[in-house]
């Protein structure tokens, strides 16, 4: 049944208590007139009908344009007035006035209580109770069993869960963490029978797409117990009170199915600091208190495992974090280059593929999430059905890789011959300077084919292993890399152009890291100046030093850069034969690779 059908049927109760309270000629406009007024139209007679009830006259009479009117006027204790009314003309066919009076219901005290106190009452519940079930039905709760102090939503736990550790690659450590988890979901009579008290919860802590959310599902997959999984949004309702309601009734559900798994995903929703800044959140911090107060309320051998996930870990309040809540802290990292094989693997499995070299994909992924190689992976497989072919290649993820880096290539884009060769000029400067300079990424691929991502060519460079530590010298490398575009331009082309905006920006973050958090200037030796926010989303920085040493850091940086760009142009000028002989066959072929590039660099 709708629910807004409830609310009608209230309203249609409202008005019939309506007509019941002001009787009969409640239709009309009724205009409150005084006594002697009355007494007036009575005698002049104009009153048409007269009806008395308990302490009011309501009349109809003809006002001064003649027209029928009802009136009210308060009664006055008159004995005359029977008599004046049975003498009294009126404008009725008869020339008598019509007149009644009701009989005074005598109530019974109980039913006057009931109606004057009671009825109100019920009347507010159920516009309240519909109301806020109308709101609720309209916020998704659906079909919803929602009464005071529970929850709209049924949260159904999952009983077959099928995922299993097998489907998260890498990650030794967080499986391991949680392994004993399983066991003692297995068998919790084990660990009570020795008094042992397992950590009641386990927050899953790392950056987007790490398989956070993967790995609690295949915990509860590999322990075989009910899942029930919520996200900290679903919290969050408009009422207060309607949160905590609902963790109430989350735990509730799962004491009973217990053993089992709560899972609470982007657990910063409801868990951030409290905090005393005007207005706070009543509904949110209701919610966490209670959160707080359920996971206090069962002990450890209930069978009950809590797990939740987020990727901003700094910001949640401290009592979630203290030993008995969340005490276990399971880090979820972004894939080694070990790490992306085995995820690169695991999608694989899903996907027909042949002779694919794993080890030069994992390569050119440095930095990828596991969600973004599984994305690789399957637009490497749409790639596939796009060309006709019926099994993924390594060239299908390599292409795929560049799609999730740069964008899908923009062939129909119309770029003038002058352009492309500027286009081209800029990519092999920063080729031949990433390639003249020791301790720098091998060169891997050089192309001019423009990227939906804006990117008029690109010049990628990939690690031959994994890379942990970067020394100052290969960050110094890197940054005259970056200006190594720029600096063709000018040389060659004597020309600046707006291709170089992305470089300008990478390298200047660089260059201020170096200073203000690697401590790898002379100046500020190893003193911090910049902390880093949210290190999982972006990591953004706040500055923490004076004006005096911000201006200073700025002349840093600046020199850094200079430095840099003077070496990328110097690289430039000393290979002017070898850029102008690459440039043209780049231009000639449009994308060419590492191997290309250094065999006609070493030729003699
Ligand atoms: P998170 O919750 O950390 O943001 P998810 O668990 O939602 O990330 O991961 C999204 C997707 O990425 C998963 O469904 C899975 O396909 C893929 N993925 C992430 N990490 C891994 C991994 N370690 N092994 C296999 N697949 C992974
Ligand atoms: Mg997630
Ligand atoms: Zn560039």
Known sequence: MPSY???????????LINSLVVPGLSEKKITDTDYGTFIEKVDKGKVKQVKMDEGKIYYSALNDSNEEQTYQTGAVDDPDLVNRLLASESPNENGKIEFTKTIPRQNSPIISFLLMWVLPG???????????KMIQGRMGGGENVMSFGKSNAKIYAESEIKTTFADVAGQDEAKESLNEIVDFLHNPQRYASIGANLPKGALLVGPPGTGKTLIARAVAGEAKVPFFAISGSEFVQMFVGVGAAKVRDLFKQAKEKAPCIIFIDEIDTIGKKRDSRMGGNDEREQTLNQ????????????????LAATNRPESLDS??????RFDRRIQMELPDLEGRKAILNVHLKKVKHENINLDLVARATSGASGAELANIVNEAALRAVRLGKDSVTTVDLEESVEVVIAGAQKKGKVISDEEKKIIAYHEIGHAIVAAKQKNTAPVHKITIIPRTSGALGYTMQVDSGDQN??????????????TGGRAAE??????????ASNDIEQATKMARAMVTR???????????????????????????????????????????IKDAHEKASQIIRDNLDKIHELTDYLLQKETITGDEFMAILNKK
């Open 5 to 15: 059908y409830n609310f009608i049927i209230v309203l249609v109760v409202l008005m």
């Open 122 to 132: 019920l009347i507010f519940f159920w516009i309240f109770r519909s109301g806020s």
């Open 291 to 306: 959160l707080l107060t359920e996971m206090d309320g069962f002990n450890g051998q209930t069978g009950v495992v809590i």
């Open 319 to 324: 009592a979630l974090l203290r030993p008995g």
């Open 469 to 482: 530590l970067m020394s100052r010298e290969e960050l110094l490398n890197r940054i005259a890399t970056l």
């Open 490 to 499: 000018e040389i060659i082309c004597n020309t600046v152009t707006t291709g």
């Open 518 to 560: 690697y401590g790898m200037s002379e100046e500020f030796d190893m003193m911090a100046l910049e902390t880093v926010n949210n290190a999982y989303l972006g990591g953004d920085s706040t500055l923490t030093c004076s004006p005096e040493i911000s201006a200073a850091i700025d002349r840093e940086v600046l020199k850094m």
